[in-house]
């Protein structure tokens, strides 16, 4: 069975980073690319990074400079590194696995990411 | 890169069919045939619905149907049932291996 399981959420001051962590299991993780999504309360699904198979990273551009995706395939991990946090990034954060291109067949739980002084 | 429009909300009674459209441009559903639908119950994350336009995941029900003219995408639901009530959001391509989200849509079941 295919699991995604987020961590690393919490509560951080504006200009804070905060690292987020996905373990994956139930499947090879390395043979597929990955993303994050998020979603601030109430409001809808902003597709945030991906990272390919071999390590090649992608951003929109609310975030770009400011987050960074990587991989750890030998512990079927994927990260999210976020820096220079502003109150808009507040949001959970989901890190969902990639359908070829297709779409994203498998989603996480989420984890809360909340930044505020 | 701005999110695809979608209705706010549709509504239908128990049996009925009904359908969500998904407008973007030609930058995004009207180059790719690569739109995929989600559905998101409440404090739920969201659920892969359908995949590449019209194709359905395995275990989906067939009441599920995509489509798409130019730059609008459509979700439609037929013989709509209680557990239908949700929010359904697009996502296309959007080239350089970037996505973008529609608005999303409330379904209501009266």
């Known amino acids: 069975e295919v699991q995604l399981v987020e961590s690393g959420g919490g509560l951080v001051q504006p200009g804070g980073s905060l690292r987020l962590s996905c373990a994956a299991s139930?499947?090879?993780?390395?043979?597929?690319?990955m993303h994050w999504v998020r979603q601030a309360t109430g409001k809808g699904l902003e597709w945030v990074s991906a990272?390919?198979?071999?390590?090649?990273?992608y951003y929109p551009g609310s975030v770009k400079g400011r987050f960074t995706i990587s991989r750890e395939n030998a512990k079927n991990s994927l990260y999210l590194q976020m820096n220079s946090l502003r109150a808009g990034d507040t949001a959970v954060y989901y890190c969902?696995?990639?359908?070829?291109?297709?779409?994203?067949?498998?989603w996480g739980q989420g984890t809360l990411v909340t930044v505020s002084s | 890169q701005s999110a695809l429009t979608q209705p706010a909300s549709v509504s239908g009674s128990p049996g009925q069919s009904i359908t969500i459209s998904c407008t973007g441009t030609?930058?995004?559903?009207?180059?790719?045939?690569?739109v995929s639908w989600y559905q998101q119950h409440p404090g739920k994350a969201p659920k892969l619905m359908i995949y590449?336009?019209?194709k359905r995941p395995s275990g989906v029900s067939n009441r599920f149907s995509g489509s798409k003219s130019g730059n609008t995408a459509s979700l439609t639901i037929s013989g709509l049932q209680a557990e239908d009530e949700a929010d359904y959001y697009c996502?296309?391509?959007?080239?350089?291996?970037?996505?973008?989200f529609g608005t999303g849509t409330k379904v209501t079941v009266l």
């Open positions: 139930g499947f090879t993780f390395s043979s597929y690319d």
């Open positions: 996502c296309s391509y959007a080239g350089s291996s970037s996505y973008v």
């Open positions: 030609s930058s995004d559903v009207g180059s790719y045939n690569l």
């Open positions: 590449e336009v019209s």
């Open positions: 969902a696995r990639d359908l070829g291109g297709e779409g994203f067949d498998y």
């Open positions: 990272i390919g198979t071999a390590g090649d990273t």
